[in-house]
């Protein structure tokens, strides 16, 4: 494995080794703690202009397949492990980890000691950082690091979002019996893609529901003219990447769909993008959220669902003007979901598409279904 070289935006300058692409990269990295599942987070475009860094310390030992990918692509950085496998051990493994970063242009980083990386981004916070197989030189890569621009700058919608509208047409993959199951739906919704995951759709098309995937750039008349002709029966907005105060026309967007009372189910991302069109804004978190393991109270039954959760914003308290707090979050109390009292609206934070993680949380999916006409 060849030598690659980290700087960080707080001065830190470390060497490893390389187990992905060539090349120089600049993002904002930030730790995962979940203990499974790093093909379906490698794969999230969520992780689109971020290094993500695993705490769980060997990391490659099964393998990848095409079934457990979250996109047609790698969109993060790189990803930071303590330890990684070369040779992995599963039936259903088509490829190494390394093989799927080379095939898609993304540096891997091994042989560095992920828990000190994770305690400093927990003290200080996410950060921007460069590595390079190529520049070992420590000043050149701060001079580098201080030229490019920061991940709140880029709109990374424009980049992992669909270019052509197409159909979801399959559920959740049987595991028994090697083959995705086939969906029973009756009601049809367009998903705007800001970084969709693949399993979010399989979720949506297993509770019922017929997705068109189309592009952020869809024009809002074409939207309200599906619905108010009765082709669909409402809105979902996906996932994805980077700070949601910068994404202007999809705001107005939703400000449209809001005003024409369409019904609206928001995860992550689209959570977060429904509060801004709401008039609240968003804020960035110190570190983050991200792993498989976070609690959050539904504060409807009391129940305490185990989350999957990838995101460094958070809608901001007094949200609760205009909307019902759904969810809250165990680790520090940040809402989680909403139900919007002026719009038939909802919203998540977490991800209840359970993969990776567990699948308490997809019940969401079926209240959605009952929003529609």
Request: proline content about 4%.
């Amino acid at each position: 494995m060849k030598k690659i070289s980290l700087y960080l935006e707080n001065g830190l300058f470390l060497e490893a080794k390389s187990f992905g692409s060539d090349g120089t990269s600049v993002g904002e990295i930030v730790f995962n703690t979940s203990l499974t599942g790093y093909q379906e987070i490698t794969s999230d475009p969520s992780y689109a202009g971020q290094f993500v860094t695993f705490t769980m310390p060997e990391i490659g030992n099964v393998g990848c397949n095409e079934q457990d990918m979250e996109s047609k692509s790698v969109f993060c950085k790189g990803i930071i492990v303590r330890n990684y496998q070369a040779r992995p051990s599963n039936f259903r493994s088509e490829e190494t980890l390394s093989e799927l970063l080379n095939r898609f242009g993304v540096l891997g980083i091994t042989e560095i000691d992920t828990r000190f990386l994770t305690k400093m981004l927990r003290s200080e916070g996410a950060m921007m950082m460069i590595a390079s197989t190529e520049i070992h030189d420590k000043e050149e890569l701060k001079l580098l690091l201080e030229k490019a621009p920061r991940i709140e700058d880029i709109n990374y919608i424009e980049q992992v979002s669909t270019k052509v509208a197409y159909t979801h047409n399959h559920a959740t993959y049987d595991m028994e019996k090697f083959e995705y199951k086939v969906p029973k739906t009756s009601k049809k919704i367009i998903a705007l893609d800001f970084g969709i995951k693949r399993n979010i759709l399989n979720e949506l098309t297993n509770a019922g529901m017929s997705v068109d995937v189309v592009p952020n750039s869809i024009e809002v008349s074409e939207i309200i003219d599906r619905y108010d002709s009765g082709e669909i029966s409402g809105v979902f907005l996906s996932n994805g990447p980077g700070d949601p105060l910068i994404l202007k026309n999809e705001q107005d967007k939703i400000k449209e769909i809001i005003a024409h009372k369409i019904p609206l189910f928001g995860i992550c991302l689209g959570h977060q993008l429904l509060s801004i069109a709401h008039g609240y804004d968003t804020y960035k978190l110190k570190f983050g959220h991200h792993g498989g393991n976070h609690p959050v109270q539904n504060v409807i039954t009391g129940a305490v669902e185990i989350t999957a959760q990838n995101h460094n914003y958070n809608v901001p308290d007094n949200i609760i003007e205009v909307a019902i707090v759904t969810h809250t979050n165990l680790f520090d109390d940040t809402i989680e979901g909403l139900k919007y009292n002026d719009s038939p609206s909802m919203s998540v934070q977490h991800h209840p598409e359970a993969s990776p993680g567990p699948h308490e949380s997809n019940f969401v999916f079926g209240e959605f279904y009952s929003m529609l006409k």
